[in-house]
């Protein structure tokens, strides 16, 4: 069943965006009576569909049990990369369970962006993460912070780790044995070649732990999956 995001409830009904009435019309060709999922607030509710080909109308009929996860909240801190790892990256993890996405500036990142395209960028990455979020079922959507410095992370809470290829025995497995009662989790990777020894060091001083993944070298792609994966076995239940 087609799930949508709704930001705006008025009496028993939704308020949908043009984008999404586009696509329950155009793409989906949804009948009247037809049922969808709207999201709302966190909540998920079975509505129906009225007068589809004019003025849409998207009807209440119940609210959905809530399905409660226990994992923590978890940042990912990512480099930006080629268009086609950067959807994968937001696609994938957004399915895993991310809560929020820093994009950063890195020295080898291979992408240099203007200022002025940050915005257009960002709007793109909000989308990806919208579509993932409705196929994965889930109540929420990621967000996805502004573009940041290594120095602009300072202030984050919680547990801060930046994985790394230097470091040899902090592995990831013994840190998940520190955070099972912990609230926040933030991840940082570097680009294709890794992060700068002085970014490391730098992000080392405002309070990142040093990890490795272990022995194995993966494609920058391949991190946050591996990450996400890991602490979604670890805190299942």
Known sequence: MQRYFSKEKIDNRFVLSDDDIYHIRTVM????????IVVNDKKAYLCCLENVKENIGIIIKKELEKIDYNTPEITLIVPILKEQKMDLILQKSTELGVSKIIPILTKRSII???PSDYDKKITRWMR??????????????????????????QNLEGFK???STKE???????????????????LVMGPEGGLDEKEETE?????FESITLGSRI???????????SVINYEFME
């Open 161 to 163: 780790y930046v994985c």
């Open 29 to 36: 060709r949804m009948k009247d009576n037809d049922e969808i």
């Open 128 to 153: 990806i993460v919208k579509e993932a979020s409705e196929q994965s079922h889930r109540v929420d959507i990621p967000k996805i912070n502004d573009i940041l410095t290594i120095k602009e992370l």
């Open 112 to 114: 240099k962006l203007k």
């Open 203 to 207: 992000l080392n001083k405002i309070g």
């Open 218 to 228: 993966m494609r920058v792609e391949t991190v946050p999956l591996f990450l996400l």
């Open 168 to 186: 040899k025995s902090k592995n990831i497995k013994l840190v998940m044995k520190n955070v099972k009662n912990c609230d926040r989790i933030n």
